[in-house]
């Protein structure tokens, strides 16, 4: 599973760390990364009966989203923003649907464009800074 640390104290090296399925204690001795754990960290995660069982750092530069993916959500369906929620963007993703239906439409242009801009690399990234995957 993948999380972010919430929080860490370096003294007694112990953290919490918040997953989609909920927030997990952690100390130091199930950390399996020669990179220090720090506040905002990126992490994989393994569980067994709520308790976390190890914990390493997450390398972010490894591209995740797919920019075929986010290429033919921007064109088809950029209207409503999808392929910004695709990417992490949530904000823009609701404003482009917000602004397409305030329009009555001609916002479509926006997420269409877009669409467009992945095809030239004009985004090349998703919202944790990653790169896309060809």
Not at 39 to 55: A, W
Not at 81 to 99: D, E, M, N, S, T
Request: avoid cysteine; aromatic fraction near 12%.
């Amino acid at each position: 599973m993948r999380g972010v640390i919430a929080k860490y104290d370096t003294e007694s090296k112990s953290g919490v760390l918040v997953s989609g399925s909920g927030k997990f204690k952690f100390d130091i001795s199930i950390w399996n990364s020669s990179r220090k754990p720090e506040e905002g960290m990126d992490v994989q995660f393994h569980q067994l009966n709520g308790k976390i069982t190890t914990l390493a750092f997450l390398d972010m530069s490894k591209a995740v989203k797919s920019k075929k993916i986010a290429v033919l959500l921007g064109i088809f369906l950029g209207w409503a923003g999808v392929h910004r929620f695709y990417l992490g963007f949530y904000k823009l993703g609701i404003a482009q649907a917000i602004l397409t239906v305030v329009t009555k439409g001609a916002g479509a242009v926006w997420g269409f464009t877009e669409g467009f801009l992945l095809v030239r690399d004009a985004i090349y990234k998703d919202a944790k800074g990653r790169p896309l995957k060809d």
